[in-house]
């Protein structure tokens, strides 16, 4: 399954690469500093942190099935005929949990067969490797079979960096980055700065990997890692299972790091043995003095990173995030306190275990042996309890080792091996919508709406051994490490610590019949898309915005508070358009609080002064070639990658947002799509916006480089109020958006 010739390759030219860098730096290197340099197309001088922009070759690309979709789309209109990087297309989103792994497969490949065919019809087009429905979710899958230590890959999914467990560079981004190094181009990228986590002592008892990445989402919150790497070392980093470094990179998005990866040890080496890659393991292990920072790094880490956060894991408790975000956390000893003077429901409605964040086999058995204890107790889960295996792999291998039957005893539902409910495919019958509830998963994401599309919903994330504890409870007033549960005889009795092998001792039970790897001769194969589909619409190049696009632009909404993607393109039921650039544009804004109503979802029209749906006032803009603005608030677009993000704004007229910061991704996005992303040079100015503004903006003539935009807002009492924004594009950047978006630019360069 891996490119061994790849790898081999990349391994050879390392470390002269690195030599070059040293010659450059004149110091020592930390591990991201010598994947980086080994990946630039030229090494001539060091980049500034967080300032120069960089040109990178990623070693791989994969994909999961609803980003592939626009990836692709986009791909087709280069004119290529083949990818230029090994690729991958996973089918892990677009699978409902309704019922359970069978049916919600069956139901899945029913009503979207024509999603999955267009996959895989373009996969074989262009030669991409293709995961079918049920074979795993992306993530999972890529660690399994590609993550190699030392590579570099970019994903269409925010939690990419879940690869960093193998000691990857791996780095979400959008569907446009994804087809632009498919089509032999490089990634372009601000040099990150870098955080380092310095672990020390080792994890015992209830404490797992998950509570290290709580810990370090509450020291940086949201947007704490943002234009970032976060760079783990010390002793404890080598305690940790290759895993459950896994779990603590995905949930590194969540703090809006770039990516986070860990140093090569004997955990890595030993995962790779257990999934059959003993060749990439040994090839590692050669050149495994490139894999790890330098010493001097680990002796005087202020002296190379940006900022340091100290963790003792032998100091860690259980801890639990949220509700609706995953940086408010607390020990799980204090959770039931705190719902009771929120007025949170501390009877459990669901409790939810597996996905991406938390699936491994280690993962497994540690939250079994909780279930295996109350089953000999005579007891089950008191709440709805699901079990989302992160692969055919896993699910295979605990079903041959036991851990499966033990969930079923207690009661657990066993989704298919994909997404469901933790990006919104979560379809429930036991609360109707509106109902305040409060639910737990070992998950990686809670924003409000995030697993079942039901804004009072309460998620809270922590283990997935916690999960199965609370689950037995039934309550979030549980603390399992002091509270005692009672058996069905009527004894009282203490749950032990959770405990469990990291890696199966009869090995893992593989089974590759989910994949179809790229085929040869592909020039007979067409793209399977009907005119006549509603999921499915062959894409038009995006007209280049002039300059009286941006003169007296009517402010769409003014967006107050948190603005993730989930915000601007909701997943969900909006999954089935993510193909279809019109059809899912319906849902644009449609979670925006907007500051001129004090309401989600509408606005204001300013051709007719109506109050409506955000999506139908932007379709009327559209209808009578009214470009508009955004206004945005703090760490726009944070979340996901989804690209629809800006995407369905640019399709229905957006020509700029304007925010008082912006998460990378995001901010990506938008200038890949000709979308004008701009910065409040004083933050203060959201103030002055009026509902009924129009903007008009000036200085895009000189565009460039560290340049500032004029904004000059244009009030209804004849009044003009001024302003200064900052952007962040680069010449090429700038390129692109007198183009009309990236793609425009890459054709006219063939």
Known sequence: MSDFGVIRNYYSQMPDKIEQARHILKRSMTLTEKILFSHLVKIEKEPKRTKSYVELQPDRVAMQDATAQMALLQFALTGRSEVAVPSTVHCDHLIQARVGKDKDLEYANEISSEVFSFLKSASAK??????????????????????????????????????????????????????????GLPFTIKWPGIIGVHLTGELSGWASAKDVIL????????????????????????????????????????????????????????????TNRSEVADMAKDFSEHLVPDAEVEANPSQYYDRIIEINL????????????????????????????????????????????????????????????????????????????????????????????????????????????????????????GDVNSIVSSYNRNFSGRNDGNHQTLSFLTSPEIVTAMAIAGSLDFNPITDKLTAEDGSEFLLNPPEGDQLPENGFLFNLEGFIPPPKGSDSVHLDVSSESRRLQLLEPFVATTKKDLEDLPILVKVKGKCTTDHISPAGIWLQFRGHLDNI????????????????????????????????????????????????????????????????????????????????????????????????ADESSWDLLRVDDRLTIKGTDELGPNSQITVEAKHSDGTLDTFICNHSMDELQVEWFKAGSALNYLRSQN
């Not at 939690?159 to 791996?170: E, I, S």
């Not at 976060?230 to 002793?235: H, T």
């Not at 979802?601 to 603005?629: C, F, H, M, S, V």
Request: charge should be negative.
């Open 126 to 183: 262009y030669g991409l490797g293709f995961w079918k429905p049920g074979a795993g979710i992306i993530h999972q899958v890529v660690l399994e079979n590609y993550a190699f230590p030392g590579g570099m890959m970019i994903g269409t999914d925010s939690h990419t960096p879940n690869a960093g467990g193998l000691g990857m560079v791996a780095i979400g981004v959008g569907g446009a980055d994804a087809m632009e190094v498919m089509a």
């Open 585 to 680: 544009s319906d849902n644009c804004y449609i979670g925006a609080h907007n500051s001129f109503t004090e309401e989600q979802g509408t606005a204001i029209n300013q051709l007719d002064g109506n109050k409506g749906k955000i999506p139908k006032i932007a379709r009327n803009y559209y209808e009578n070639n009214q470009p508009w603005a955004v206004i945005a608030d703090v760490n726009y677009g944070e979340g996901s990658s989804r690209e629809h993000a800006a995407m369905s704004p640019r399709f229905l007229g957006c020509k700029v947002v304007i925010a008082r910061s912006m998460a990378r991704i995001a901010e990506t996005n938008l200038k890949k799509q000709g979308v004008l992303p701009l910065i409040f």
């Open 215 to 274: 810990k370090v989402c509450e020291e940086l919150t949201v947007k704490g890692g943002t234009g970032h790497i976060v760079e783990y070392f010390g002793p404890g980093a080598s305690t940790i299972s290759s895993t459950g470094k896994g779990t603590i990179c995905n949930m590194g998005a969540e703090v809006g790091a770039t990516t986070s990866l860990f140093p090569y040890d004997n955990s890595m080496d030993d995962y790779l043995r257990a």
């Open 314 to 433: 032998s100091e860690l408790v259980p801890a639990i995030v949220g509700p609706h975000t995953p940086d408010l956390a607390r020990p799980v000893s204090e959770l039931g306190d705190e719902a009771r003077e929120n007025g949170w429901p501390t009877d459990i409605q669901a409790a939810l275990i597996g996905s991406c964040t938390n699936s491994s086999y280690e993962d497994m058995e540690r939250a079994s042996s909780i279930a295996q204890q109350a089953r000999n107790a005579g007891l089950k889960s008191k709440v709805q309890f699901m079990v989302t295996p992160g692969s055919d792999t896993i699910d295979n291998t605990i079903r041959r080792d036991g851990q499966m039957q033990i969930f079923d005893d207690i009661g657990g539902t066993v989704l298919a091996n994909a997404c469901g409910p933790c990006i919104g495919q979560w379809k429930r019958d036991d609360i109707d919508s």
